[in-house]
């Protein structure tokens, strides 16, 4: 928390500073999420759902805020309402047997358990830009990325589907992750751009307060729209 401050502070000490010009952005996120799951005990006696679990689609909202601080180089800082997770692996279960008319039948059904797990995260960072006044340009993105847990939703296929919401208590509350992007730009007039950036993201604290070592990750594009005020 204590280097969090040291950012925090020297952000709001270089937004004082630098070009009275500032930017605003709106996008939707398009990341296929997983988790990087490791040290976690091999099951010797079956396919553990855990130790074969599948990358999945989560979207999310972008909202930031640029602030010129020199002809190339912006500060960035924002929000975004985003939904991480992944899918577990299909796997047989098997449930007993059971005798009908004499006969021996196994009771099993695939099952299959998808997570939603939804975050606030606030964006901290740098745009460098090299020719931010060209009708196409390039730029690079680096922010920290502190992130407040907010719930998770839960699928479960197991014959029938069913649904729920909770929060999960063996979660951080906060997360700390790093989001990088190379992006293009397309500029409409003086004030309107439209941009799409290829992203990825690793939260590099751990996602619960257990003995797992699990951290958030993932990798999609960032499509949305800028305004210059």
Not at 143 to 163: A, F, N, Q, R
Not at 192 to 217: C, H, V, W
Request: charged share 20%; proline share 5%; hydrophobic share 40%.
């Amino acid at each position: 928390m204590r280097a969090l401050s040291i950012v925090a502070f020297l952000f709001i000490l270089i937004t004082l500073n630098g070009q009275n010009t500032w930017s605003v952005e709106v996008s939707s996120l398009h990341y296929i999420s997983y988790r990087d799951l490791h040290n976690v005990p091999k099951m010797p006696w079956a396919v553990f759902p855990r130790q074969k679990e599948i990358a999945a689609y989560r979207p999310g909202l972008g909202f930031s805020l640029l602030k010129q601080v020199s002809p190339k180089l912006q500060l960035k800082f924002g929000a975004r309402f985003a939904d991480k997770g992944y899918n577990t692996h299909q796997w047989d279960a098997f449930w007993g047997i059971e005798i009908i008319d004499g006969k021996i039948y196994e009771r099993r059904s695939k099952v299959q358990e998808i997570y939603h797990f939804s975050y606030l995260d606030i964006p901290i960072g740098l745009r460098y830009q090299p020719a931010p006044d060209r009708k196409w340009s390039w730029y690079m993105d680096l922010s920290l990325m502190p992130g407040y847990y907010l719930g998770t939703h839960k699928i479960k296929h197991l014959d029938v589907e069913t649904k729920s919401r909770f929060r999960d208590e063996s979660f951080r509350p906060f997360q700390l992750g790093l989001n990088a992007g190379v992006g293009i730009s397309f500029r409409l007039n003086d004030h309107l751009s439209l941009f799409a950036q290829p992203s990825i993201y690793y939260n590099i604290t751990r996602l619960r307060n257990t003995g797992d070592k699990e951290n958030l990750m993932g990798a999609g594009i960032e499509i949305g729209c800028r305004y210059r005020f």
